[in-house]
């Protein structure tokens, strides 16, 4: 009979850590709540992170200040909070807040009228038709 061995990428230590964290052993540092995140040792960690999300909202004017309408409820939102590690082992550990609104509760055309999504800047795509330009020399091979 075959014996199934993981591949060797995976060393000893990776199936320890999953084996723990599927059993409950790793504890979780990231913050479920506000109140979490501010009583815990590493609260102004997190308050800085906050502080920066809110800044980031207020710098893209991200919503407006309006009278509520009788009829409708106000859109609940909540924090969302994140350790993001090093892309290398020399980078420090991260704390990340974002605010977001519990979008389940929301119809369009009643409390939002345009959906935001990421896109592509502009000038990443004039760049990127320009090295095209200059690699082929006609665009329209491609089209």
Request: proline letters at 3%; aromatic letters at 12%; hydrophobic letters at 40%.
């Amino acid at each position: 009979m075959r014996q199934i061995r993981p591949p060797l990428r995976y060393g000893f230590a990776d199936v320890i850590v999953a084996s723990l964290y599927l059993e409950g052993g790793i504890i979780n540092y990231e913050r479920e709540t506000y109140s979490d995140a501010i009583r815990c040792k590493d609260s102004s960690r997190w308050k800085l992170a906050i502080e920066e999300e809110m800044q980031t909202l207020r710098k893209n004017n991200t919503w407006e200040f309006v009278t509520k309408p009788e009829k409708h409820e106000v859109v609940d939102c909540k924090w969302i909070y994140k350790i993001k590690e090093g892309n290398t082992p020399g980078d420090k550990v991260r704390h990340k807040a974002r605010l977001v609104a519990k979008g389940f509760t929301q119809r369009e055309g009643i409390y939002f009228i345009e959906i935001f999504s990421s896109i592509v800047k502009y000038k990443t795509i004039r760049m990127v038709l320009a090295i095209v330009v200059q690699l082929i020399g006609r665009l329209s091979r491609w089209m």
